[in-house]
């Protein structure tokens, strides 16, 4: 059905990847004339130093980490697509570690979804101003997620200079390129050897943070997003015109 209403009430389509455009092009009886791409790219307030200072009053304060605490962050509500649960089986693989995971799901879901909570920090729904102080505040994106078309999630991590571990999907790579550490999202031995093996490489942390900030110069800026939609809509009204 969604199909269905898309094509009675689209005639040209934009999306924020080349690999939703093919994913698009496969299911949808439309022309690859008529589909666009403008990337999509991490908020101005990443740009801005000051929602990473504890006296902004978006800044969210965590606990202080103990002793080689490593807190893996991944900021997003729990959609089934988010696949969170796989934590539950990757932690366990990882007691050797002193790993904490920073979510932002609400209370319900995260009573619901973990029974150990020792190994979880959950502050809740936070507004977008409050994302850098999290980051800021955390060591690796971790995000094991099965679905998306283009994650603000990866830009945000690479502005803030955190190493990303995610999904080895088509998705994932279409955006961070060789800027992440990839895994098998539904197999947890593999997600903890990921995690392990990227805590205890300081040189491949560092290549990932270089590679994060090189993939970032081929992302839209916001200006250069909005230029790029006008352009669209400039080429469809000298189409129709003409």
Not at 133 to 152: C, D, I, M
Request: overall charge neutral; aromatic content about 14%.
């Amino acid at each position: 059905y969604k199909k269905y209403y898309l094509k009675r009430d689209g005639d040209f389509f934009i999306l924020e990847t080349e690999d939703a455009k093919d994913k698009f092009l496969r299911v949808m009886n439309v022309h690859s004339d008529d589909v666009f791409v403008v990337p999509n790219t991490f908020s101005s307030i990443f740009s801005e130093s000051i929602y990473t200072l504890p006296c902004n009053s978006h800044y969210v304060d965590l606990p202080p980490p103990i002793a080689d605490e490593v807190r893996l962050i991944y900021i997003t509500h729990n959609h089934p697509s988010k696949n969170l649960s796989v934590i539950n089986e990757v932690y366990p693989l990882l007691k050797h570690k002193n790993v904490k995971f920073i979510l932002t799901i609400g209370q319900q879901d995260y009573l619901k979804l973990f029974k150990d909570k020792s190994y979880i920090i959950n502050v809740g729904p936070v507004s977008h101003k409050s994302c850098p102080s999290l980051y800021s505040q955390s060591n690796f994106l971790f995000a094991p997620t099965l679905l998306e078309t283009f994650s603000a999630s990866y830009p945000e991590a690479m502005k803030m200079g955190l190493p990303i571990l995610t999904s080895d999907l088509s998705f994932s790579r279409d955006v961070c390129d060789s800027a992440a550490y990839f895994f098998d999202p539904l197999n947890p031995s593999l997600i903890a050897h990921a995690i392990d093996d990227l805590i205890s490489n300081v040189y491949l942390q560092e290549k990932l943070v270089r590679k994060g900030f090189e993939r970032l110069m081929h992302f839209e800026s916001a200006s250069s997003r909005a230029f790029n939609y006008l352009k669209i809509f400039d080429i469809l009204i000298s189409n129709k015109v003409s």
